[in-house]
C-alpha cells in the first residue's frame, strides 16, 4: 500500500473504502433477492433465534425500520417464520426455516469459493492474520460508541 495521507488510519480509511469491490462479490454470492443485508439479517436470525426484529436491528447497528422491512422480507421469501413471544404476546420472535438454512448454507459456501480463488496465493498465515485484524476492528467498533462532537463535525 502507498502512503498517499497524513496518517497511517486515514490510509486504513481509504483502504476499506476500496474494498467496495469486495462487498460486491460478497453480495452476488449472497442472496440474491435480498443482498447482503438480507443474508446477513437471515445469518443473525439462524445463528440468535427466536430473536425479536429489535434484536436484529440491534446486531446490524441499523434503524429498527430497515430490520423490520428486512425481516418482513425473510418472512416473505419463506427463509424465517414468526412465533408468537411467550414473554409478549403482542411481539413475535423469528427464527429460520429449513428453506432459510438451506440457502444460508449455499450462500456461504458459494462465498467461501469465491474468495478461495483470489487468495490462493496468499499464505495461510496471511489469511488468518488478516481475518483476525478484521475481526479485532470489528469488535473495537462495537464497543465504541461515537463522539456526538465528533459525528456534528463530520
Known amino acids: 500500500m502507498t502512503t498517499t495521507s497524513e496518517s497511517p488510519v486515514e490510509d486504513l480509511v481509504i483502504s476499506l473504502y476500496r474494498l467496495a469491490v469486495v462487498q460486491r462479490e460478497i453480495a452476488r454470492h449472497a442472496l440474491a433477492e435480498l443482498g447482503s443485508q438480507g443474508f446477513t439479517a437471515l445469518a443473525i436470525v439462524h445463528r440468535e433465534g427466536p430473536v425479536r426484529v429489535s434484536d436484529v436491528a440491534e446486531h446490524l447497528r ?30 413475535y420472535r423469528l427464527t429460520a426455516t429449513e428453506r432459510g438454512t438451506t440457502v444460508l448454507r449455499d450462500s456461504h459456501r458459494r462465498m467461501v469459493d469465491a474468495f478461495a480463488r483470489p487468495l490462493r496465493s496468499w499464505p495461510e498465515a496471511d489469511i488468518v492474520a488478516l481475518a483476525a485484524a478484521l475481526d479485532r476492528l470489528r469488535e473495537d467498533f462495537a464497543v465504541t460508541e461515537p463522539n456526538p462532537q465528533e459525528t456534528a463535525a463530520a
Request: hydrophobic share 45%; proline share 3%.
Open 62 to 91: 441499523v434503524d429498527l425500520s430497515v430490520a423490520s422491512r428486512q425481516c418482513a422480507a425473510l418472512v416473505s421469501a419463506g427463509y424465517a417464520a414468526r412465533q408468537a413471544d411467550p414473554g409478549d404476546r403482542r411481539a
